[in-house]
């Protein structure tokens, strides 16, 4: 089992910057790969970043040179910092992660991050 908590959203006016934490606890030596996805009000759940292995990321063409995705082991925390923020990021932001013991997905309760234009 792994549990994730969001942390770190908030109201910011575009071009500012948040930065959002995701705290894993469990079985956190089976999670090899986690994610960041969003999900705006009448969309779907959208993609954001992923990190594989601690060093190895990929990002949604709509965030590249924005956002960076980090994850810090000895923290048991995965970051995604956010500069130039667009109001088109408004939604809500969760944290993912796949278990290579169980290979299930566990998702974070999820945070809200709103940009206002």
């Known amino acids: 089992q792994v549990q994730l908590v969001e942390s770190g959203g908030g109201l910011v006016q575009a071009g500012g910057s948040l930065r959002l934490s995701c705290a894993t606890s469990g079985n956190i030596g089976s999670i090899n790969t986690m994610r960041w996805y969003r999900q705006a009000p009448g969309r779907q759940r959208e993609l954001v970043a992923t990190?594989?292995?601690?060093?190895?990321?990929s990002y949604v063409d709509s965030v590249k040179g924005r956002f960076t995705i980090s994850r810090d082991n000895a923290k048991n925390t995965m970051d995604l910092q956010m500069n130039r923020l667009k109001p088109e990021d408004t939604a809500v932001y969760y944290c993912?992660?796949?278990?290579?013991?169980?290979?299930?997905?566990?998702w974070g309760q999820g945070t809200q991050v709103t940009v206002s234009s």
């Open positions: 993912n992660a796949f278990s290579l013991q169980d290979f299930r997905n566990y």
């Open positions: 990190i594989v292995g601690g060093d190895t990321t």
